[in-house]
């Protein structure tokens, strides 16, 4: 059966839904096969011509239970499940049906402290640092920031995902044909290290 990847949190704008189509995107560079599935209602579906994963509008708890069905038939797959923001029951249901569950957070101290609940509300999830700062300053800042709120969580903390403008043509309705190389480094280095927390063999990105 499928894999199923959730992307979840109480916090709403910290990229959920950016992060769950790079991390198709990525996989579907390292040569996986993946679905990124919609429950957001706030969203509309995206059409998968051009990407490298199919996508699923999952916005309704029929459609959800069909599509974890569906996944459920489906060897080598992954399923990267857009949670949405502030929908604290769906985040519960989905951490049930998660092989692996990421928590994303931007480097502000609310989205910390709101992480810090999440970690213990979900006690085998990831966290993941979202749009972090790449200017040198700002990052170091924001660095210290984390180590000082979520001192205590070091070992559930993943390599930070950093801010890159280009990440909204994955939002798009139809992508690009040919998307920015730093884009798609960016993703192959997202699905790297989620793949190697569920241990599916994988040659290791090189950037381009």
């Known amino acids: 059966m499928a894999e199923i990847i959730c992307i979840i949190g109480n916090k709403g704008g910290t990229g959920k839904t950016t992060l769950s189509h790079m991390l198709c995107q990525g996989m579907g560079l390292l040569g996986s096969r993946s679905v990124c599935v919609l429950t957001?209602?706030?969203?509309?579906?995206?059409?998968?011509?051009?990407?490298?994963?199919?996508?699923?509008?999952?916005?309704?708890?029929?459609?959800?239970?069909?599509?974890?069905?569906?996944?459920?038939?489906?060897?080598?797959?992954?399923?990267?499940?857009?949670?949405?923001?502030?929908?604290?029951?769906?985040?519960?249901?989905?951490?049930?049906?998660?092989n692996l569950v990421l928590l994303p957070f931007r480097d502000s101290h609310e989205d910390m402290r709101t992480v810090i609940r999440d970690l213990e509300t979900f006690p085998n999830a990831w966290a993941l640092p979202s749009q972090w700062p790449t200017n040198p300053w700002q990052q170091e800042a924001a660095d210290k920031a984390l180590m000082q709120v979520l001192s205590g969580y070091e070992q559930r903390i993943l390599e930070p995902v950093f801010a890159l403008s280009s990440t909204k043509l994955l939002l798009q309705k139809q992508i690009p044909s040919q998307l920015p190389t730093p884009l798609s480094n960016a993703c192959r280095r997202l699905a790297h290290q989620v793949m190697g927390l569920l241990r599916i063999p994988h040659e290791a990105p090189t950037d381009e």
Not at 46 to 51: A, D, F, M, S, Y
Request: hydrophobic content about 35%; charged content about 35%.
């Open 40 to 98: 957001d209602t706030h969203r509309d579906p995206l059409i998968p011509e051009g990407r490298r994963y199919l996508t699923a509008d999952a916005r309704s708890p029929e459609a959800l239970r069909k599509v974890a069905e569906k996944l459920s038939t489906l060897a080598a797959w992954k399923g990267v499940i857009d949670g949405g923001g502030n929908r604290a029951e769906m985040d519960k249901k989905l951490y049930g049906l998660a």
